[in-house]
Nanobody, 112 residues
Framework: VRLVESGGGLVQPGGSLKLSCAASGFTFSTYAMRWYRQAPGKGRELVAGISGVGGNTNYADSVKGRFTISRDNAKNTVYLQMNSLKPEDTAVYYC??????WGQGTQVTVSS
């Protein structure tokens, strides 16, 4: 099983980024997928989740209305569109599959 995140980087407050997580080694469409994040000195927190067929999504209160999770089962990829970014969104963002595996993470830094 492999999960590879991409799309992180440095962005100014109010900006946008789109994270991608390419999955392989398991039946992608069968499992829910989630994005977590971990800021320096803090625990890992759930940001967003999406069901296997994509019909159900859930979000942390802190990102509702700003972040959108989606998936393309034909491409075995899950996405996190992040808009109106704030400095407090700065963290390493991790992709997770309900099959029980984590990606290596991608750094998102929101700073002027």
């Amino acid at each position: 099983v492999r999960l590879v995140e991409s799309g992180g980087g440095l962005v100014q407050p109010g900006g946008s980024l789109k994270l991608s997580c390419a999955a392989s080694g398991f039946t992608f469409s069968t499992y829910a997928m989630r994005w977590y994040r971990q800021a320096p000195g803090k625990g890992r927190e759930l940001v967003a989740g999406i069901s296997g067929v994509g019909g159900n999504t859930n979000y942390a209160d802190s990102v509702k209305g700003r972040f959108t999770i989606s998936r393309d089962n034909a491409k075995n990829t899950v996405y996190l569109q992040m808009n109106s970014l704030k400095p407090e969104d700065t963290a390493v963002y991790y992709c997770y599959t309900a099959a029980g595996y984590w990606g290596q993470g991608t750094q998102v830094t929101v700073s002027s």
